[in-house]
Structures are given as structure tokens and as C-alpha cells.
């Protein structure tokens, strides 16, 4: 064997080494993606994946000595995964290809990989004897394709040849594997990062609806503590002032009850008649406020929605746009509704102080708020009740210039 011989084995063997990890490279990048976005994985990718990298290694590589020890580490692969349909299918279609490119009989290759799979299955949950059994398995190989060469090992220098491509193989063993250990390494951990994630967000939710709730007891401990029941006109005065704390609490902690499980009953609603309602509920509210209000819409515009949740979204959006009024400033706020062929789009914008682009980016977090007595809740329950009646809600806004709400909803 030459050094050309060598460098040729060597070649196939980079060869064989980027065919094989491209699509599980491929797989790892999706597997990330899956988790990201907190979707289940299905093994099926999996097994495709082993199996084009089977398909790749056989067409592509040209030395029956690298081939027959590249095919292999698909079959290490789905040893590490625990894939047991895989691994016996895999060694069915390798041990065929090996008998035929060696020109023996396939039963014994068949004997050969159907031992390796009972070793498999004694020792699979031993993490320690998993690493053996692969190591062993990858040497046997290894020495199987190097025994094609039929090098004279009376021969120095054919013996060191057998000793670097061992040495070789093994290393291209390992790098791939171990690749893959730390791909899934890295999944794993950026798994567990993601459940401390949730549960620290879960942890701080549940902080801000005690504070939120803590806050109108507390007023309402105090008035109770300092009513004197022998003057009528200042119990009225503290009994409406507790009532209102009172029903603020229960505001709380139904709307987060609510959220994440909301139920619509939708029903066709003559928009005008629900816009003219909201408009005389809120009005006292712009009177006081000192609120410029213009709504803009045609009669008899027909909408299937559930009428409570609906009226609830709007109301939220026109009640922020109303506290995001600058000081000794008028607040010009306008509602327009369009009707399209496959929409109907209802705009709201206002002259406010409008947001910077952190708060607009978390602005539909739940319990995230920037007001002293905000609870967090309604922006995220009015984007999930939007997304429930199949429509999208957008927001749109600049320091200093006010605040765009859009939100299109889809004509039956």
C-alpha cells in the first residue's frame, strides 16, 4: 500500500464523514427549532435522516474499505438513540451490502449484527457499558474494512499503515458521535433553560397577582378599621369605596382565571349598536378626561363575535388610550371602521404618549404593565380573545406621538 493508497482512504474518509453528519446536522438545527417553539418531536425525522445518510455513503463513496466502515455509523447513531425498529432494519439492509460487496454469505453478517443487538438490549440502560459496547463495535468494523486491503503485515510499513487507518477510523468515530452527544447536550440544556424560563415567568406572574390583590384588600382592612358605623354618611362613603376595591379584586383574579382558557359564544352583532353602546359607557369618561372622540362607521355593518368579549376588547383598548393622555393636553381619539371583501378592519388611534419599542415589544406579555395600577392582563386577553374569533390585533406606536390599535377580523 502506497502513500497515495493512504491519502486516497483518507480523502473518502472526509468524504464519508460530511455526508454522514450533514443530515443530522440538518435534524439537530430542526430538533432546536421544534424546541423553541415548544413542538413535539417525531421520530420518524429521525429515522430519515440515518437512512439518507446510508443512501448518501453508499453513492457518493467510491472505496469499498471506507464504505463498508462508514455505513456503520448510522447504525452507532440509532445504538445512541435508542431507536430499536431502526437499528434492525439498518442492520438487515447493511449486512446484505456487506455479503455483497464481499461475496459472502449473508447469514453471517446477519449473525454478526443480530448479536451486537442482543448485547444492545442487555446493556442499553447502563450508560457506562452503552460506551463500551460502541467502542468495541466501532473497532470490530474498523478492522472488517481494513481486512479488504489484504496487507502484508510481515511488512513494516504495511502494518503502520494498518495501525494509522485504525487510528483514523476510530477518530472519525468518535468525532461524529461524539458531535451528536454534544447536539443533544446542547438541546437538553436549552430545554431545561427554557422550563426555568416558564417557571421562573409562572413564579413572577403569581408574585404580581398577589401583590395585585393584596393592595385592594389592604384598602379595604383600612376603611373597614376606621368606619364608624354611627355616622351613616361617611359608612356610605367607605362602603362604596371598599365595593369598588372589592370588585376590582374579583376583575383580578377572573380575568387570570380566564386567561389561557377563554371560551367564545359568538352570535352576528350589528357593530354600530355595539359601538354606539360603548360610546355612551365611556362617555362620562372622555367628558372628564377632556377627550376629543370622533367614531367613524356605517350603519348595518353585521359581525359574528361574542358580544361580552368583543365589547371587552374595545373597551380595554379605548380605556388605555385614554390613560396614556399627556398632562395639561388635549387627547384627539379617533375610531374608524372599514369593511373590506374578506375583512373588516377597526382602527383606533389616539394622541397619547405612546410607547417605546421595549414596551411595544412585551406590551402582550401577561401581567406586563407600566401603570401604578395596572394588573398586566387586559392587552394579553384581548389579543387572545381577537385570536379566538380567528382575527388579529396589531399595535403600532412612537414616544411622544400616540398609539395605532388595528384589528382585523374575518368576514363570514
Known amino acids: 500500500m502506497s502513500i497515495g493508497d493512504f491519502m486516497y482512504i483518507i480523502n473518502e474518509l472526509i468524504l464519508g464523514t460530511i455526508l454522514t453528519l450533514f443530515p443530522l446536522t440538518i435534524y439537530t438545527i430542526y430538533i432546536s427549532y421544534l424546541n423553541t417553539f415548544y413542538k413535539k418531536e417525531k421520530n420518524i425525522y429521525l429515522d430519515f435522516v440515518l437512512f439518507s445518510s446510508l443512501i448518501l455513503v453508499i453513492k457518493y463513496l467510491d472505496s469499498s474499505v471506507v464504505l463498508i466502515f462508514m455505513i456503520n455509523i448510522p447504525l452507532l447513531v440509532s445504538y445512541l438513540k435508542n431507536r430499536d ?5 439498518l442492520s438487515i439492509i447493511i449486512s446484505f451490502y456487506i455479503s455483497k460487496v464481499l461475496s459472502i454469505s449473508v447469514f453471517y453478517f446477519v449473525f454478526e449484527y443480530l448479536v451486537y443487538y442482543g448485547l ?22 474498523s478492522i472488517e474494512s481494513i481486512l479488504l486491503l489484504n496487507l502484508n503485515y510481515n511488512n513494516v510499513f504495511s502494518f503502520l499503515y494498518f495501525i494509522l487507518l485504525i487510528i483514523s477510523f476510530i477518530i472519525i468515530t468518535y468525532l461524529i458521535l461524539n458531535l451528536i452527544i454534544k447536539a443533544d447536550s446542547f438541546v437538553e440544556v436549552k430545554n431545561v433553560k427554557m422550563e426555568l424560563d416558564k417557571e421562573k415567568e409562572l413564579k413572577l406572574a403569581l ?11 389592604a384598602v379595604c382592612r ?3 378599621e376606621m368606619m364608624n358605623y354611627k355616622d351613616i354618611k361617611r359608612v356610605e362613603k367607605y362602603f362604596n369605596i371598599i ?5 376590582r379584586t374579583l376583575l383580578i383574579i377572573n380575568d387570570f382565571s380566564d386567561y389561557g382558557k377563554l371560551k ?15 360610546y355612551n359607557t365611556l362617555n362620562p369618561l372622555f367628558k372628564k378626561k377632556d377627550v376629543d372622540v370622533e367614531f367613524r362607521y356605517d350603519e348595518e355593518i353585521y359581525i359574528d363575535v361574542d358580544y361580552n368579549r368583543f365589547k371587552q376588547v374595545l373597551i380595554n383598548i379605548l380605556k388605555n388610550s385614554i390613560e396614556a393622555k399627556k398632562d ?10 372599514k369593511v373590506y371583501k374578506n375583512h373588516i378592519s377597526i382602527r383606533i388611534r389616539d394622541t397619547g404618549i405612546g410607547m417605546d419599542s421595549l414596551t411595544l415589544s412585551r406590551m402582550c406579555d401577561i401581567f406586563y404593565t407600566t401603570k401604578d395600577n395596572g394588573t398586566g392582563l387586559g392587552v394579553a386577553l384581548s389579543k387572545e380573545i381577537i385570536k379566538l374569533h380567528g382575527g388579529s390585533i396589531l399595535y403600532k406606536s412612537k414616544l411622544g406621538k400616540g398609539t395605532t390599535v388595528l384589528i382585523k377580523l374575518p368576514v363570514n
Open 207 to 217: 408574585f404580581k397577582l398577589t401583590h395585585e390583590i393584596k393592595n385592594p384588600i
Open 243 to 247: 365595593s369598588s376595591e372589592l370588585n
Open 85 to 89: 425498529s431502526t437499528i434492525i432494519l
Open 328 to 337: 395639561n393636553e388635549k387627547l384627539f381619539l379617533k375610531l374608524d371602521v
Open 120 to 141: 444492545f438490549k442487555i446493556i442499553k440502560n447502563n450508560n457506562r457499558f452503552m460506551d463500551v459496547f460502541i467502542s468495541i463495535k466501532c473497532f470490530i468494523v
Open 264 to 278: 367564545i359564544e359568538k352570535d352576528f352583532v350589528d357593530l354600530s349598536i355595539l359601538l354606539e353602546e360603548i
Open 222 to 224: 383600612g376603611y373597614l
